[in-house]
């Protein structure tokens, strides 16, 4: 049996020996691949043959599990950012929205966050290790990407509020709970994790909670909960993380968000557990108790006996608006026909545009959730059909417990070589859609099985969408 460990986007058959290399899978994966075809390559490794990656491999720490690129269907024209819908920035030479990004996670495997917005990338002359042009380096995907910050090889090169990107080669500003982040090591505290959250399984930075049962220094609408094995972290009850916006009301805010005295959007809280003791979840806010109806704002809205503001048969929240397509108007704490965001349609296969549901569209698997493809038929995202992170295979025998179309079964294990479980792996399919929302197409140079190109990503975590 021999073992597959991967370094970024270098795969190595290592014989005899367990190396446990950094990755953007949220912790070091040592994969065992074991199955009919491998077997004949392990008189060849034994003797120290490698298996690496091809230059034209997606880094673990890429894409699939990224962002937008390009709008679908409905992109609006904009002269200034203002002018756009949240989560969007004007492109001021197309004159257009256009999804926003912070990192280069947040893009496919074959472009880069550049002034906020995902951007095609030319390959390194040469390969990985090779030439760009002036103002460009080569990263460890090949790819020439915008140099941006000082060189480093370790964290002890960049400011205290850097870290070194080991795969741009270059200090960069260290992420902040509920923004986009390779690993854990980028985050802004030591003891901060990366973890998939939402729809389409994102990597973002957590802020620890351990020792505190408590998300209050980053105020309404986080919840300390238990990530598995990792320990207890900040997590958005919304299951959604939202880029801050400027505001001066709540109306300028997406539901979910009012704003707060910092004039910026921020994501309410639902329910009493979120706030201090002491105060209530109110509209978003954490309140005091009301005493009487006179210490309520709202028009027609009473004090009740759990000491709260409402209107009868009122909402505080959209998630208190149980029917399809409706919302909750927080001047007035009733449920109103329309819809803000896309839950309010509670149909992953519809979307909010202008304040109505309509099936949602799509040219790429970004813009679907996770674990969904685009049907480029329809343009409609739809479940990927396949194995993928079927667990319980057999990695002896890979055709006869994930299919004989290419698929593998590989054990995963920690950096602790903790083993993390046997998982079917499909192979990638033809660009620009190689794999599901959520996975990364990975390619491994056999040089007796040939070239494998799998849809990979951490089988045994599942993104929090709650």
């Known amino acids: 049996m021999h073992k597959l460990e991967f370094s970024h986007s270098i795969y190595q058959l290592v014989p005899n020996r367990l190396l446990f290399l950094s990755c953007s899978l949220l912790a070091s994966l040592c994969l065992l691949a074991c199955d009919d075809s491998d077997n004949r390559s392990v008189n060849s490794a034994m003797a120290g043959d490698e298996i690496s990656a091809g230059e034209s491999a997606g880094a673990i720490t890429g894409g699939a599990s990224g962002g937008e690129s390009m709008g679908g269907s409905g992109i609006a024209s904009c002269m200034n950012d203002n002018d756009c819908p949240a989560g969007t920035l004007c492109d001021a030479d197309a004159q257009a929205c256009r999804s926003a990004c912070n990192l280069d996670q947040e893009c496919s495997p074959s472009e880069a966050c550049v002034s906020n917005f995902c951007t095609a990338l030319t390959m390194c002359e040469g390969g990985i290790g090779g030439t760009c042009a002036e103002g460009s380096l080569c990263d460890c995907n090949g790819r020439c990407i915008p140099q941006s910050g000082n060189p480093c090889q370790n964290d002890l090169q960049c400011q205290v509020s850097e870290y070194c990107d080991a795969c741009k080669g270059q200090c960069q500003e260290r992420v902040r709970p509920c923004q986009s982040c390779a690993d854990r090591s980028s985050c802004e505290r030591r003891d901060d994790t990366c973890a998939p959250i939402g729809q389409r399984g994102a990597n973002v930075c957590l802020r620890a909670c351990v020792g505190q049962g408590t998300c209050d220094n980053l105020g309404p609408g986080y919840l300390c909960q238990t990530l598995g094995d990792q320990g207890d972290f900040c997590v958005p009850e919304s299951g959604e993380c939202t880029t801050l916006t400027e505001c001066e009301r709540d109306a300028e805010c997406d539901a979910g968000l009012f704003c707060n005295e910092r004039s910026q959007c921020q994501i309410g809280c639902i329910d009493d557990t979120s706030c201090s003791d002491g105060l209530v979840c109110q509209g978003l806010r954490c309140a005091p108790l009301c005493m009487s109806d006179r210490d309520?704002?709202?028009?027609?809205?009473?004090?009740?006996?759990?000491?709260?503001?409402?209107?009868?048969?009122?909402?505080?929240?959209?998630?208190?608006?149980?029917?399809?397509?409706?919302?909750?108007?927080?001047?007035?704490?009733?449920?109103?026909?329309?819809?803000?965001?896309?839950?309010?349609?509670?149909?992953?296969?519809?979307?909010?545009?202008?304040?109505?549901?309509?099936?949602?569209?799509?040219?790429?698997?970004?813009?679907?959730?996770?674990?969904?493809?685009?049907?480029?038929?329809?343009?409609?995202?739809?479940?990927?059909?396949?194995?993928?992170?079927?667990?319980?295979?057999?990695?002896?025998?890979?055709?006869?417990?994930?299919?004989?179309?290419?698929?593998?079964?590989?054990?995963?294990?920690?950096?602790?070589?903790?083993?993390?479980?046997?998982?079917?792996?499909e192979p990638c399919q033809e660009e620009p859609n190689p794999c599901p929302q959520g996975y990364s197409c990975e390619t491994l140079e056999d040089p007796n099985a040939g070239e494998l190109k799998l849809c990979i990503r951490r089988c045994d975590m599942t993104p929090l969408t709650q």
């Open 296 to 425: 309520c704002n709202a028009e027609g809205a009473v004090c009740n006996e759990d000491g709260r503001c409402q209107i009868p048969g009122g909402c505080q929240s959209s998630r208190d608006c149980l029917e399809a397509e409706t919302y909750c108007d927080l001047d007035r704490l009733t449920c109103i026909s329309g819809c803000q965001i896309d839950d309010d349609c509670l149909d992953a296969s519809q979307e909010c545009i202008a304040g109505s549901c309509r099936p949602r569209g799509c040219s790429r698997n970004y813009q679907c959730s996770f674990g969904q493809v685009c049907n480029l038929e329809t343009n409609m995202c739809v479940m990927a059909e396949g194995r993928h992170c079927e667990a319980g295979c057999d990695p002896m025998n890979s055709a006869s417990s994930c299919g004989d179309g290419g698929q593998r079964c590989l054990s995963l294990q920690d950096e602790e070589e903790n083993p993390l479980g046997d998982f079917c792996f």
